[in-house]
């Protein structure tokens, strides 16, 4: 089965480094999405992309958060300077495009905890 | 903007029996899509069930179906012969339908589910 994989799958670091994070989504998938879920906000979305251009990253910190998608194979997720209140799981997530079907649904890829001290 | 709502945020339930989780939810979109996702421990966004909202019969997968009241705005999971591996977090969600691909999907707060052995 085809998966959407995320890198790194933990991640401790200290308040003000940089951190990266990764997606792979799956292949031929045009929509791809960055979720973050914490216990005390639940699931929100960050931003997501359409063919690789962003369409909404109204749920993203501006001041420290960046998303990108240098090329159909990877989208990234960066946070500089990290604070304590980024700690979470992070989710990235892709969507085909329609078929006769409709939408169908997205695929999640199994997260990156974010632990910062 | 959609909200979605999930007023049980735990359940528990004796192994073999029949429980149901509940959702509402809010939108002035007429095409749109609701799921259920189970996120067991190891955190992975499993798709349980999809509905469309345009089709009244409701979607059933194998022990797992649901109730869909569009009018009332209400969807709801009845998990039968509920199993040991049916223990997780469920999460209700939102996507409205686009020609183009995936839209962004609004969560529930999620429901605990136990089931006891």
């Known amino acids: 089965d085809a998966r959407v994989t995320q890198t790194p799958r933990h991640k401790v670091t200290e308040m003000g480094q940089e951190v990266t994070m990764r997606c792979q989504p799956i292949?031929?998938?045009?929509?791809v999405f960055w979720y973050r879920q914490t216990m005390m906000q639940g699931l929100e979305l960050l931003a997501y992309?359409?063919?690789?251009?962003?369409?909404?990253d109204s749920g993203m910190p501006k001041d420290r958060f960046s998303a990108e998608m240098p090329d159909a194979t990877l989208a990234t997720l960066k946070i500089q300077p990290s604070e304590p209140r980024d700690s979470a799981v992070y989710f990235c997530?892709?969507?085909?495009?329609?078929?006769?079907?409709?939408?169908?649904?997205?695929?999640f890829g199994d997260g990156t905890r974010l632990s910062i001290l | 903007a959609q909200t979605v709502t999930q007023s049980q945020p735990e359940m528990s339930v004796q192994e073999a029996e029949t429980v149901t989780l509940s959702c509402t939810y809010d939108?002035?979109?007429?095409?749109?899509?609701l799921f259920w996702y189970k996120q067991p421990p190891s955190r992975q966004m499993i798709l349980v069930i999809r509905?469309?909202?345009?089709?009244?019969q409701n979607a059933t997968e194998n022990r797992f179906s649901v109730n869909f009241q569009k009018a009332a705005k209400s969807f709801s999971l009845k998990i039968s012969d509920s199993q040991l591996g049916d223990t997780a977090m469920y999460f209700c969600?939102?996507?409205?339908?686009?020609?183009?691909?995936?839209?962004?999907?609004?969560f529930g707060t999620g429901t605990r589910l136990t089931i006891i052995p």
């Open positions: 509905q469309e909202a345009y089709k009244q």
């Open positions: 939108t002035s979109e007429n095409n749109y899509y």
């Open positions: 969600a939102f996507m409205k339908r686009s020609n183009f691909g995936n839209e962004k999907l609004t």
């Open positions: 292949l031929g998938h045009n929509t």
């Open positions: 997530a892709s969507g085909l495009v329609p078929t006769g079907k409709g939408n169908q649904p997205q695929h």
């Open positions: 992309f359409r063919n690789r251009a962003p369409l909404d």
